[in-house]
Each structure stands twice: as structure tokens, then as C-alpha cells.
């Protein structure tokens, strides 16, 4: 089974920056999808950056494009959420997340979640 497991989240002023990794196990599905969600207490989780394995598909949620983007690195099995420009708006607990097949932008039909990272930006 798929195991992902998240880290870099810390306490950082706006305007500052943080690198998130997620390193998940090694997996036998042919085509796979990469994401990263977030969810502040009393808010729904959701969607805020994904891939898709062959790297034809990234996507960003609206409020943070131009901000955060995606990297990877697949010879250690670790995909990254680099966050800049940060805002106390980003403030969350961040979760990573893979399916099969193509990526998606809702929170529902993941194989595996991470266990959280949180992330504090302070004004």
C-alpha cells in the first residue's frame, strides 16, 4: 500500500517562503496523480496544487498561482509544494495525496493521504 508522509511546515512571517515535501512509497500503478490540499480549522479541505506523473498536467488553485508551484523528483520518490509570498490566508494543515489515473482537483477519490504538515504564517 501507498505511504506518504509530509514535512518542511513550520511558523513564518507573511511575505516569506517554505518548502513542503511529501515522500510516498514506491508504487506498481502505471499512471498516477500527485496533489497537495489544505484545510484550516472550521473550512472545508481543498485543493491547492497538482500533477500528474508524466508532468503534462499541473494545476493551481486560483489563490495561489504565480505563488507556489510543484516541483518533483522522482529518483527520490518526493514531490515538493514551494510556497512564496506567503500570506496568514495560507495558514493550514497541508496533506498530501495520489490516485491512479489522472488528476483531480476535489478531495474525494484519493488512494492515500499523508498524515499533515502544518504551516502558520504570521502577519
Known amino acids: 500500500q501507498v505511504r506518504l508522509v509530509e514535512s518542511g511546515g513550520g511558523l513564518v512571517q507573511a511575505g516569506g517562503s517554505l518548502r513542503l515535501s511529501c515522500v510516498f512509497s514506491e508504487t506498481t500503478f502505471r499512471a498516477y496523480a500527485l496533489a497537495w490540499f489544505r484545510q484550516a480549522p472550521g473550512k472545508e479541505r481543498e485543493f491547492v496544487s497538482g500533477?500528474?506523473?508524466?508532468?503534462?498536467?499541473?494545476r493551481y488553485a486560483d489563490s495561489v498561482k504565480g505563488r507556489f508551484t510543484i516541483p518533483r523528483d522522482d529518483s527520490k520518490n518526493t514531490v515538493y509544494l514551494q510556497m512564496n509570498s506567503l500570506t496568514p490566508e495560507d495558514t493550514a494543515t497541508y496533506y498530501c495525496?495520489?490516485?491512479?489515473?489522472?488528476?483531480?482537483?476535489?478531495?474525494?477519490?484519493?488512494?492515500?493521504w499523508g498524515q499533515g504538515t502544518q504551516v502558520t504564517v504570521s502577519s
Open positions: 495525496a495520489t490516485r491512479q489515473w489522472v488528476l483531480i482537483e476535489s478531495d474525494s477519490r484519493w488512494d492515500a
Open positions: 500533477i500528474n506523473w508524466s508532468g503534462d498536467d499541473v
